[in-house]
């Protein structure tokens, strides 16, 4: 059987962790790989003569998302891939990978991951978990200040220079090219049913 690709895209802490999370449980987690587009910064040091501060995490270049591609590609070949480790608080990735085995299912998960079209055009679903502004931005300061070692303020000043920018330049118009829109995150009970519905579905076929 051909794996059943999922793409699951949002704004910045919008929930898609949650959403991954909750399919993968009602799918049955030992037949589901999960891919998560962060894992594929870039190296700080492929930024020669940049400090992090002056780099745009949010824009489309500071990922290697033809990495990415070509792990889909091999997970859907029934081969396993090694996954980058992105350390967050050196901005480098780690010696070490994550040795990724073909599944069934194959979750694809980011904020960016509907902007590529040789991306979009390999997942089956594509999920757009949509949350409010307000409450991304509360999520963000809570979780880089207290899991990535950020300060209070280059929280802020990060999200208003390059996290709302590029939300609206690219997170935000990629919904169009959603199948299915999500909104209030995990806690939409209903909204997941229906994904894992579909996917048992394509499962079948």
């Given at each position: 059987m051909t794996p059943v690709v999922i793409g699951i895209a949002g704004g910045s802490a919008s929930g898609k962790t949650t959403v991954t999370n909750k399919v993968r449980e009602?799918?049955?987690?030992?037949?589901?790989?999960?891919?998560?587009?962060?894992?594929?910064?870039?190296?700080?040091?492929?930024?020669?003569?940049?400090?992090?501060?002056?780099?745009?995490?949010?824009?489309?270049?500071?990922?290697?998302?033809?990495?990415?591609?070509?792990?889909?590609?091999?997970?859907?070949?029934?081969?396993?891939?090694?996954?980058?480790?992105?350390?967050?608080?050196?901005?480098?990735?780690?010696?070490?990978?994550?040795?990724?085995?073909?599944?069934?299912?194959?979750i694809v998960e980011g904020i960016l991951i509907f902007v590529e079209k040789k991306l979009r055009d390999m997942m089956d679903i594509k999920i757009f978990v949509d949350t409010?502004?307000?409450?991304?931005?509360?999520?963000?300061?809570?979780r880089d200040v207290t899991e990535r070692g950020r300060t209070l303020d280059s929280v802020i000043e990060q999200y208003n220079t390059q996290v709302k920018p590029m939300h609206l330049e690219f997170v935000e118009p990629s919904k169009r090219w959603a199948d299915i829109i999500?909104?209030?995150?995990?806690?939409?009970?209903?909204?997941i049913d229906?994904?894992?519905?579909?996917?048992?579905?394509?499962m079948k076929k």
């Open positions: 009602r799918l049955d987690g030992r037949n589901v790989v999960i891919l998560n587009h962060d894992a594929y910064y870039r190296d700080i040091s492929e930024f020669p003569g940049r400090k992090p501060s002056d780099v745009n995490f949010d824009h489309p270049d500071a990922l290697e998302t033809t990495l990415l591609i070509e792990h889909i590609r091999r997970l859907k070949e029934k081969k396993g891939v090694e996954q980058p480790v992105y350390d967050f608080k050196t901005y480098t990735r780690r010696p070490e990978f994550l040795r990724l085995q073909p599944r069934d299912v194959i409010d502004a307000d409450e991304r931005l509360l999520r963000r300061v809570r999500i909104p209030q995150g995990g806690e939409n009970e209903v909204a229906m994904v894992v519905a579909k996917v048992l579905s394509l």
